[in-house]
């Protein structure tokens, strides 16, 4: 999950084009992935699938 306001702002305005973020989710760093990955459904709006 980016951390910059400016960065924050790009992925608003990235979803404004799309319908589903698609995210894979790598064995060797779930943890951290899972957790960032929340976040973001947490800040975005849009529908989410995530893989492994």
Do not use: W
Not at 30 to 50: A, E, Q, R, Y
Request: glycine residues 4%; hydrophobic residues 40%.
């Amino acid at each position: 999950f980016p951390e910059s306001t400016h960065a924050q702002k790009l992925l608003k305005e990235i979803e404004n084009y799309v319908d589903v973020f698609f995210i894979d989710v790598a064995d060797f760093y779930k943890t951290s992935d899972i957790k960032g990955t929340k976040k973001l459904m947490d800040f975005l709006d849009s529908d989410f699938v995530l893989g492994n």
